[in-house]
């Protein structure tokens, strides 16, 4: 058994959510109205943020499209390996499209850098990058992030679509696991 510590509950991302949506409609210049904006978000963590922001975006008069890349830096457990791996590409044209990368979390960089440069590669008309949770102590490789819900401590979260050994990412809120001495 263990315990699972609220860090940040559900409603203090919605509100984050509904705050960054209107952050990123600010952001975009008058023709990208135009046509949607492409949402691409790396599987799996970047799941239950995808489904909550496009919402956000909609109520804030964004219109979306979404697209996912399959990625993968860990390995079972919580250290990262250091290298990213392409498991899926994108299905989605990016060539002049006005882009939003989104991810559940940044730690060493190295994920987004990956999915920044690939990303780059085709071609966009623009590309910001969104993340709800940031760890900059953690980070390897500079990666520009223009869209941060919450900046945390060195500390290993599980909910919101992080994971533990892919367990937990359904959880509503982020939370940090505390295994039980005893067990
Ligand atoms: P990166 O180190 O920035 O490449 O992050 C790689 C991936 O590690 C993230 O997309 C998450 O899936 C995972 N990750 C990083 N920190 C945590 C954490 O505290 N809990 C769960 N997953 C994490
Ligand atoms: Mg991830």
Do not use: C, W
Not at 55 to 80: C, E, K, N, P
Not at 165 to 177: H, I, N, S
């Amino acid at each position: 058994m263990a315990t699972i510590d609220v860090m940040i509950s559900a409603d203090e991302i919605s509100n984050r959510l509904d705050a960054l949506a209107e952050e990123v409609a600010a952001a975009l210049p008058p023709e990208a109205r135009t046509s949607p904006v492409l949402m691409i978000g790396p599987l799996k963590g970047a799941v239950m943020v995808m489904a909550d922001l496009a919402r956000a975006l909609h109520r804030a008069g964004v219109d979306t499209v979404m697209d996912f890349i399959g990625l993968s830096s860990y390995g079972a457990g919580t250290v990262s390996k250091g290298t990213v791996t392409m498991t899926s590409d994108l299905s989605i044209e990016v060539a002049g499209r006005h882009v939003l990368l989104v991810d559940d979390i940044v730690d060493t960089g190295r994920t987004l850098h990956f999915a920044q440069a690939h990303i780059a590669a085709r071609g966009p008309a623009s590309l910001r990058t969104l993340v709800v949770l940031d760890k900059p102590e953690r980070r390897v490789v500079e990666v520009p992030v223009e869209h941060v819900g919450f900046t945390i401590p060195d500390v290993f979260v599980i909910g919101y679509g992080t994971d533990l050994d892919q367990r937990y990412r359904e959880l509503p809120y982020v939370g940090l696991f505390r295994p039980d001495s005893d067990s």
